[in-house]
């Protein structure tokens, strides 16, 4: 409160209180005159009391405000000063509101807030072209009623949002769309839809330009290589050609074997799940059966590798996949480790009926940097030496795609100086077992 108005308030308590004091001290009335002093003073205060009240009831317009004097006008200008504070704060807010506004309608992926239950509090224009959701009519529905795809209702009764959801909306066209859900407040979910239908044809395109590749190279190839086989063993070939034709048939073998992996990654990349009714699969066999291959094969009978077999559970699913998945570990535990190393194959019931397929090794072990990276395609922790040993660098990615598809996980532990460890699981409801 400044100074100024204390003073003016003072001023008017001396024009009331003088003449009536100097009337008192003349007439000898002294207390009455003070009493009607006070009476003026407190009607004229309940009189500025009044007129404040009537102006705040009115909404305390700021360029409409009565006039005052001394404390009551000081009282008044501080309102005043406080409203416009106030009006300039929201004007801002409501700048910034319209530029959010303006900026998720402009986004291309829907965004949707959501209550925990569904509700939709907010939505943006592109939640109407992708999702079918309109900001205007559809605000306060549940979205569960309003996109109707069956994996995405399961998707968000779950409520486990840490992965996203891919899903081929059948309702709209059936766009590729990739749903995000995020918790952004106690009470506040943030739903993120992107189209994903173009990166998905370049996908498709790129995944059938390989397999078109391949397919071309795999007859000359075949072509080439019996050629070379059948030179290689040839009885007059010169002896100055021989190094040169094992060496060309060498890499002809490595490149036949790059396309075979080429072919299968592409073929298993392409399709989902593979169905449970497809084959039973004695998983157990398959196994003994690889190890075999492997012990009768040359170049490997100098790994000791063993059996372990504790279940007669079958798994349900692709016969070769399979195979290829037992073959590619225990060929890797064998070409990557020197010689003399133990592995060991493993197929056994694991936590909550899943089954586990291990193959563990007591070779060098992978520096813990590689092995996120292991089933990247072409990932190789040493290319030269997993070259030299007729490596391509998809046989982890093969194995990943396989148990996928099997619904299972792959899980690589390793330790440097102490060994590899990868394990399949299987879920239960992949298993099949004789008494059934
Ligand atoms: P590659 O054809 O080179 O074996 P993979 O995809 O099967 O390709 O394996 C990727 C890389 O992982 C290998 O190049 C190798 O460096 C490493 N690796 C795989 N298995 C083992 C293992 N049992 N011990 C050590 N390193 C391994």
């Known amino acids: 409160m400044s100074f100024g108005a204390w003073l003016s308030e003072?001023?008017?308590v001396l024009i009331v209180f003088v003449p009536c004091t100097i009337a008192g001290l003349a007439s000898g009335y002294t207390v009455m005159f003070f009493i009607i002093g006070l009476i003026?003073?407190?009607?004229?205060?309940?009189?500025?009391?009044?007129?404040?009240?009537?102006?705040?009831?009115?909404?305390?317009?700021?360029?409409?405000?009565?006039?005052?004097?001394?404390?009551?006008?000081?009282?008044?200008?501080?309102?005043?000063?406080?409203?416009?504070?106030?009006?300039?704060?929201?004007?801002?807010?409501?700048?910034?509101?319209?530029?959010?506004?303006?900026?998720?309608?402009?986004?291309?992926?829907?965004?949707?807030?959501?209550?925990?239950?569904?509700?939709?509090?907010?939505?943006?224009?592109?939640?109407?072209?992708?999702?079918?959701?309109?900001?205007?009519?559809?605000?306060?529905?549940?979205?569960?009623?309003?996109?109707?795809?069956?994996?995405?209702?399961?998707?968000?009764?779950?409520?486990?949002?840490?992965?996203?959801?891919?899903?081929?909306?059948?309702?709209?066209?059936?766009?590729?769309?990739?749903?995000?859900?995020?918790?952004?407040?106690?009470?506040?979910?943030?739903?993120?839809?992107?189209?994903?239908?173009?990166?998905?044809?370049?996908?498709?395109?790129?995944?059938?330009?390989?397999?078109?590749?391949?397919?071309?190279?795999?007859?000359?190839?075949?072509?080439?290589?019996?050629?070379?086989?059948?030179?290689?063993?040839?009885?007059k070939l010169p002896e100055e050609c021989k190094a040169a034709t094992y060496s060309a048939e060498l890499q002809a073998q490595r490149m036949k074997q790059l396309v075979e992996d080429l072919l299968t990654l592409s073929r298993i990349e392409s399709t989902a799940l593979v169905a449970k009714e497809s084959e039973i699969i004695p998983v157990g066999s398959i196994i003994m059966e690889v190890v075999k291959e492997m012990e009768l094969s040359t170049s490997t009978h100098r790994h000791d590798i063993r059996t372990r077999i504790e279940t007669d559970a079958s798994l349900k699913g692709d016969l070769q996949e399979i195979h290829s998945v037992i073959s590619n570990l225990v060929n890797n535990a064998v070409k990557h480790t020197e010689s003399g190393t133990s592995v060991q194959v493993h197929w056994k019931v694991a936590d909550q009926d899943s089954a586990e397929l291990t193959v563990a090794d007591t070779g060098q072990g992978i520096a813990p940097e590689h092995i996120e990276r292991l089933t990247e395609?072409?990932?190789?922790?040493?290319?030269?030496?997993?070259?030299?040993?007729?490596?391509?660098?998809?046989?982890?990615?093969?194995?990943?795609?396989?148990?996928?598809?099997?619904?299972?996980?792959?899980?690589?532990?390793?330790?440097?100086?102490?060994?590899?460890?990868?394990?399949?699981?299987?879920?239960?409801?992949?298993?099949?077992?004789?008494?059934?």
């Open 10 to 12: 003072l001023n008017r």
């Open 40 to 235: 003026a003073y407190g009607l004229w205060t309940a009189g500025q009391m009044i007129t404040l009240k009537k102006w705040f009831d009115s909404g305390a317009p700021v360029g409409n405000a009565p006039e005052f004097t001394g404390i009551v006008d000081q009282l008044v200008s501080g309102v005043a000063d406080l409203q416009r504070q106030n009006s300039a704060r929201q004007s801002s807010l409501e700048k910034l509101v319209s530029q959010f506004n303006e900026l998720t309608a402009a986004l291309p992926d829907a965004v949707i807030v959501l209550k925990p239950s569904g509700e939709i509090q907010s939505s943006n224009q592109a939640a109407d072209r992708l999702l079918r959701i309109n900001p205007d009519s559809d605000t306060h529905s549940r979205i569960t009623q309003l996109f109707r795809d069956p994996s995405f209702t399961e998707y968000f009764v779950a409520g486990k949002f840490d992965e996203p959801l891919e899903v081929q909306a059948a309702t709209i066209g059936d766009k590729e769309l990739s749903i995000r859900i995020i918790p952004f407040s106690e009470d506040r979910l943030v739903l993120i839809a992107q189209d994903m239908s173009q990166t998905a044809r370049i996908h498709e395109m790129r995944r059938s330009f390989i397999s078109n590749a391949s397919h071309e190279l795999r007859t000359p190839l075949t072509v080439i290589l019996g050629y070379l086989e059948t030179l290689s063993g040839h009885p």
């Open 377 to 436: 395609r072409f990932y190789r922790v040493d290319a030269g030496r997993s070259r030299e040993k007729g490596g391509t660098g998809l046989g982890l990615s093969i194995v990943k795609h396989v148990v996928e598809r099997h619904e299972g996980r792959l899980m690589i532990r390793s330790e440097l100086g102490q060994g590899s460890c990868f394990t399949c699981r299987f879920p239960a409801h992949r298993l099949f077992l004789e008494d059934q």
